[in-house]
Each structure stands twice: as C-alpha cells, then as structure tokens.
C-alpha cells in the first residue's frame, strides 16, 4: 500500500540506475517512490563493473557491504589484435580514478543489494508494480498509473518529477522520442556458465579475459564459487548459423575455435543451460522531456565490450539526482539548461565509448598501441599518456571532467581523491624549467568560455568552463582565473605565484596545478608570439 499520492520524485525500474538515482535523492531529503515491475533478485546479464563505478557506491554507501562479497577484478586481459598474444591491462595505471580494482557481480544479487539500499535510505520502494501509463497536465509528465501484479489493481500516483528507469523497455523514452539504431553495433550474445575453468594466477585471478574469434569475441567473468560467465558477442549475420546448427551447438563449436578460451575449459563442466540476447546498441534522440528524465538503457544502450551498462546507468543516476535535487530546491534554477547539461554530459560519455568500440572492433588486425592512440583522441584530457588514456576510459574514469572534478575544491575531499587532484595536474606533464622561468605567458587564442554547472554538495551550481576548440573542457575556478587575469598584465608565471600566493590567497601547490592545466589545455603558451592574443579572454 501506498503511503501517499504524491511524492517529489517517482522513479520507474529498480535497476542500476534506478535505484541510485533514488538513493541519491533520498539522501538529500526528498520524497522518493520507486516502482519496480519484477521481484528481485531476478536474473540479469551485465556483470563485470569498472573501476570508476566504486566512487559512485561508496557515495551511496554501499560499497562496504560490496567489498564483503564479490569478486574483484584488476584488470583486463586481451587477445585482440594483429597477434594471438596476449595483453593485460590494470586499472591502477588509469588517471583520476581512487580505486584500482572493480568487481565481478552476480546480478541478481547486485541488483537486490542495491535496491535494499534504497529502502533503508527512505525511498519509498514497491515490487511487482508494473507502470502502465504516464500522466500528464497539459503536456508534462506529472506522475503515473501502475498496476500492482500480486492484486491486479490499478492506482495513479503524482509526483513534480519521474525518472524512467525502466530499461530497454524505454517506458517514456519510446513514447516521447525517435530511437537511433546503430547499424555498425547490430550484434547478438550468446552464454553460459561454466565451473572450474582456469583463471590466472595471483592478482590476475579475478581478471576479466576478452579474446576474438572468427565471428565476434569472448567475454569471460570470474564469479564468486568459481562460476565463470563465458558469452561471445556476434554479429548478427550469424543468424543463419544459428537456425543451421541451433544455439548449443554454435556455442560449443565457437569455443572450439578459439584455442586460448578452450584451454581454460578442458577440465570445466557447463552448469547451465546456453542463453541468447539480441545486443543492438542504440540512442534516443534526447534523453529527457517535459516532467522526466531517462537513465540507463531507458536512454541508450552500447555494445558491452568495455562492461560500460551498469556505469553508464550509475552515473546516470547519479547526474539525475544532481539535476532533480537541484529544481526542486531552487525554483528559479533553469530547468531547460539543467536538463541540456544532463543529456550533453550523458551523450558525451556514450560517444566515447562507442567510437572506442568501433576502433577495436575495426582493427582486429590493428596493433594495442593504434588502441591506446585513439583512446587518447576521444579522452577527455589532452597530452595524457596513450596507454594511460585507453586504461582510464575502460576504467570509467570521470571524476577528471570539469562538472565534478570543480566540486573536489569546493568540497571536503576523501583522502583517496587528495592525490588525484594533485596527479591531474602533476610536474611531469609539463616543462616545469620554462613554466616556471621569467619568460612571460600568454594567451591563446584557440579557447572561448561557456555557461556550465559544478557539482556543489547534493546539487549543481553554475560556472563557468573553458572549452578548447577540440572541445577539451577545464574548469574556471578562481585559481584558473587569477592565472589569467596576471597574464594579461604581462606577468611570467614564477611572479604570478608569487602574487597569487601572497597573503595565503591560494597555495603554491593549486597555483602550479593550475598553471599545469592551462598549459595542458593550450589555454596558455609558454613561447607565444609576440603579440598575446586576448580574444579568448574577453
């Protein structure tokens, strides 16, 4: 039974996404009732977590009870390339991110986990309830009607804002806006479950493996009881096969034809039965509406070769709550650029992954390295070391970008992120000698500065951010902009310190990071021609 009408927020599907973003509104106060069609724990697939998703549990504090029962993973091994030799990738040598591991979950038991940890936040949590309906005043969506599955009745219910959590099944996505199918990413997947195959040694021990094959590649996922997850990822083209052979009998023969996941198999027993799933990556055309806003795969769905479902949906969930929590404490917060804040950071991610995907999977011939390179392309921090970028992006690094990486100066900083902040940032990036000479800096011109929104607490705040015109972002903190307002008085940067360190105004060590960012952003030169330009600083 309901313990009200209306509520501050409803949320639809009690997934990843559904319940952070429940969680997290719940913490900062609000009136939450989440909506959940199934009774957890239910089986899904999607269950190897990156690295970056571990800031978001300790957020919803959870990641305690995590630590105490699944396995975890410190990196991935490859046999994907122009040889069959294999190559391992450990995400702590990815930039940004406070852990260095993440875990290899169970999703029924995840998912549960995490949907229990909405309820004893005070979100309002009810199963077996399967929305039907929107409803609207005009045209904003202003609640819902469900019905309850256990009793067959139907209630309406309001709230000022709906999250639709509802998965591929896009409650209010597919209502609202054009689905954008990717025609290079029309894949299939095909599973089971295996006891006993061989893992790596050591560290390794709980790695993920991911090998090609003639028809697609192999993701392999330790499990707790020394359960493996081993699917093949294939193009759809493979039908014909299927029909031909039926579904066990490709599996099997596909396993065959990839000799290095065949070995970890030669004393394992399958233990379940073999499972298929269509896997086609897709968009909306936005990712939020009148009234509500869409996380998860209820507004994009990418190929899971980077296992990016769940921290793409957690991250989500995450922004959600920022942009909710924020109108509904600020009245004359800017609902439309909120909402457009939301989706460009949303899509960005989902771009960087999915051009990603397509290079992998265009370059089974290519060498690791051409891999690292591109990564660097579509990360977001230039002049980050190839290697270190293609780790950082598989990790799920985001605490870099300039929405939340701001927050860390404003906030009380975790002693784990301290010295993120100062890697970011660190000497070696940049000539520390010139830098730090009496040659006087300038100015680029090759940068402009927009509105944006900073993390603050619980919500967002606007600020401003310096955008390169490779679309690299950096923040405009006060630091930033003292550096620049001395450079136009023709200052080099050893003076710069040492007025914009007088008087303990900022530290001598904010002072240098921030100089090392606007170097690295190409917001500054250290050997300009003689004429500074000012345009970008107008």
Not at 126 to 144: L, M, Q, S, T
Not at 352 to 376: I, M, N, S
Not at 407 to 421: F, N, T
Not at 489 to 500: I, P, W
């Amino acid at each position: 039974m309901l313990s009200s009408t209306t509520y501050d927020v409803i949320v639809i599907g009690g997934g990843p996404g559904g319940s952070s973003s429940a969680t997290f509104l719940a913490q900062a106060g609000k009136k939450v009732l989440l909506l959940e069609r199934d009774k957890f724990p239910r089986y899904h697939i999607g269950e190897s977590l990156l690295s970056g998703t571990l800031e978001i549990f300790r957020k919803l504090n959870v990641l305690d009870e995590l630590e105490k029962i699944f396995v975890k993973k410190w990196g991935v091994e490859w046999i994907w390339g122009d040889t069959r030799q294999k190559w391992t990738t450990y995400f702590k040598d990815a930039v940004s991110i406070p852990y260095d591991y993440g875990f290899q979950v169970e999703r029924a038991d995840f998912d549960k986990i995490l949907l229990d940890n909405a309820a004893r936040h005070g979100v309002e949590v009810h199963e077996e309830c399967r929305v039907v309906a929107p409803i609207y005043k005009k045209d904003r969506v202003v609640g819902v009607r469900f019905e309850n599955l256990k009793t067959g009745r139907e209630a309406e219910v309001r709230a000022k804002w709906v999250i639709d959590a509802s998965g591929q099944g896009g409650l209010l996505s597919k209502q609202h806006h054009k689905q954008h199918w990717d025609p290079m990413l029309q894949n299939m997947a095909i599973w089971s479950y295996w006891r006993d195959a061989k893992r790596g040694e050591g560290i390794d021990n709980g790695n993920t493996f991911l090998p090609t094959f003639d028809d697609g590649w192999w993701w392999f996922i330790p499990l707790r009881n020394e359960v493996t997850s081993i699917g093949a990822v294939v193009d759809r083209k493979n039908m014909d096969k299927f029909k031909e052979m039926g579904a066990e009998a490709f599996y099997l023969d596909a396993i065959q034809r990839t000799p290095e996941l065949a070995a970890r198999l030669k004393n394992a027993e399958q233990v379940d039965k073999v499972r298929m799933l269509r896997d086609w990556s897709y968009e909306f055309e936005n990712f939020y509406g009148n009234g509500y806003l869409a996380v998860g795969d209820a507004a994009c769905f990418i190929d899971p070769l980077f296992s990016t479902g769940v921290h793409l949906a957690l991250l989500a969930g995450y922004m959600a709550s920022l942009v909710v929590n924020t109108m509904l404490e600020d009245k004359s917060a800017d609902e439309a650029a909120l909402l457009a804040f939301y989706e460009r950071q949303y899509k960005r991610d989902y771009t960087r992954y999915r051009d990603q995907v397509y290079f992998l999977y265009a370059g089974h011939a290519a060498d690791k390295e051409d891999y690292f390179w591109k990564a660097r392309s579509i990360f977001d921090r230039p002049n980050l070391n190839p290697r270190q970028a293609f780790i950082s992006l598989i990790a799920g690094s985001f605490e870099h970008r300039g929405w939340y990486h701001r927050c860390l100066d404003r906030m009380g900083k975790p002693g784990e992120l301290e010295q993120i902040v100062k890697t970011l940032s660190d000497a070696s990036q940049f000539d520390t000698n010139a830098v730090l000479s009496d040659k006087p800096l300038q100015l680029s011109s090759e940068w402009t500065v927009i509105d944006d929104f900073s993390v603050e607490e619980d919500q967002l705040v606007p600020s401003k951010t310096i955008q390169t015109k490779d679309k690299f972002e950096l923040p405009l903190t006060p630091v930033v902009e003292g550096i620049l307002t001395e450079v136009k008085q023709g200052k080099s940067a050893a003076a710069l310190v040492d007025s914009l360190t007088a008087e303990g105004k900022f530290t001598t060590d904010s002072v240098h990071r921030g100089l090392a960012d606007a170097i690295t952003y190409g917001v500054l030169n250290v050997r300009a021609p003689a004429a500074a330009s000012m345009n970008a600083a107008e």
